[in-house]
């Protein structure tokens, strides 16, 4: 490339490696990186404590829920399904598999497998369709 | 003056009043890449409650005002103007992370917290891209609101693009819309390439039950220590924080159902149309957007291997292991990396389900991109 005087111009340079090492280059970014840690980190503590701290809360000032969750529970009768169930649920299984299958067993869900949060989860799975990459 | 050279001359006076007159290649171009966008909405179903109002406002974006009339988003005076001020001044983007709080369960990070690490894991693909950005030229202050792409938070990148870089807001955003809708295209191949058949079929332990009391603690607890540590993510984590206090405390349901419905409907309605319309072609088709896209590219792809790879550290230390899977989802695409981390687990284990354990570094990112906007924000503000 030539200017006005033919004189060889030297193109315009794309890289420039000088500002990493300003106060606004790599130091920035450490720092930056830095900070971003130690925020998770405190609330990754902070919650690792949440228990403690709900224990001496309780202590002190018990939760209102949580002791009618600690209520003596009406006794549980043990739940037995109707035999539609089942029908309904093979026959959707087979409309949604159309292989052969079997029903082997089926349970009710535990208390632990219960704790999220049933709106959130609901949120979560409804907020978006699932497509498996390699519909057709 | 005869009747045709009259009629010609009236032709030709009706064609300058048409936008036909001012419409260039550019245009023409933006309004292609308006109507894919569209497409892949409609027909993919790539964020479409993103790229619907968003393609339809780069359309609308690139049709050349008749002079003399204030139409578009830049021009002093005209409704779009009006519209676009709460881009501009960044008002949508806290109204945003109000709704996103009012939906966000923190149940998950809370049963595991450990997982919170790989959301700021994840953060250094907004700081590497930073540096790269200073490398290709950018001011310092333009290189903090492109390094935030790989955030993977639209709002976020708005936010402090808005502040920073104004004049890049529009390349910018498009940039993180695109890159978040493309989420199950870019993170699947990162996250196979690094991780073992082995690694991807780890289950990790159901969690625990976290009560109602740990939940309203939890973000009046958080925002102190986020904000005290990192003030300048004040607005955004803030708004965050307080639309998951009207979630948890139960006592302000209507407020908290209308933050997570009617009001961030309408903000993304608003913020998606004008974010489209900012993008007219004489101020986006440049040499400087196209390095904005390669770098929201790279920077996107490092945040999903910072996550990553850094989960696969955590088990060289741990008994307990993670699935490195999981640390994907620290970018902060909510919950469109959650899920595509499930996805990938459930193809390798179909009983393996991950969603809810990724979904602890995904709230986790959002946390830790907001923080990292608030950093680059303070210290790069003139």
Known sequence: MNDDNGVAMIPERMLDWQPLFED??????????????????????????????????????????AQSDSA????????????????????????????PHRIVRTRELSQEELSWSLEGRRQHHASHRIHPRDRR | M???????????????????????????????????????????HYEPLLLVPIGFGVIVGNIP???????????????????????????????IFLGIGAMTDFSTMLSNPRLVLLGAAAQIGVFLTFLGALVLQFTPQEAGAIGIIGGADGPTAIFL????????????????????????????????????????????????????RERIIFPIAAFLICTLLAPGALVLIGMLFFGNLLKECTVAERLANTARTAMIDIVTILLGFCVGCSTSAQHFLTKQSISIFVLGAVSFAIATAGGVLFAKVMNLFTAEKINPLVGAAGVSAVPDSARVVHMIGLKEDPHNHLI???????????????????????????
């Open chain 1, 24 to 65: 606004h280059g790599i130091p920035l970014a450490i720092m930056g990186l830095c900070v971003v840690f130690a925020a998770l980190v405190l609330v990754r503590v902070f919650i690792g404590l949440l228990p403690r701290i709900i224990a001496i809360l309780d202590h002190f000032y018990p939760d209102p829920s």
């Open chain 2, 161 to 212: 693009s808005a502040r920073l870089a104004p004049k890049l807001l529009g390349a910018i955003a498009i940039a993180a819309y695109s890159y978040m809708a493309l989420v199950p295209v870019i993170q699947p191949p990162i996250m196979k390439l690094l991780t073992t058949r082995e690694e991807r079929l780890i289950r990790m332990k159901p969690p625990r039950h976290v009560s109602r």
């Open chain 2, 2 to 44: 005869n009747p045709l050279e009259n009629l010609v001359l009236k032709a030709s006076e009706l064609y300058q009043t048409t936008a036909f007159a001012e419409l260039q290649i550019g245009n023409v171009v933006m309004i292609l890449i308006g109507i894919t966008f569209i497409y892949l909405a409609i027909a993919k």
């Open chain 1, 72 to 99: 003596p529970k009406p006794k549980v009768v043990p739940y037995v399904m109707p035999e539609q169930i089942p029908v309904v649920i093979a026959a959707a299984v087979a409309l949604a598999l159309k292989v």
């Open chain 2, 356 to 382: 809810m354990h990724a979904m602890a570094p995904n709230v986790a990112g959002v946390l830790g991109s907001a923080i990292a906007a608030g950093v680059l924000w303070s210290q790069l503000a003139k």
């Open chain 2, 65 to 95: 005002a008749v002079s003399g009339m204030a139409l578009g988003v830049y021009d002093d005076g005209s409704v779009l103007r009006f519209l676009y001020f709460g881009v501009e001044k960044g008002i949508y983007p806290p109204l």
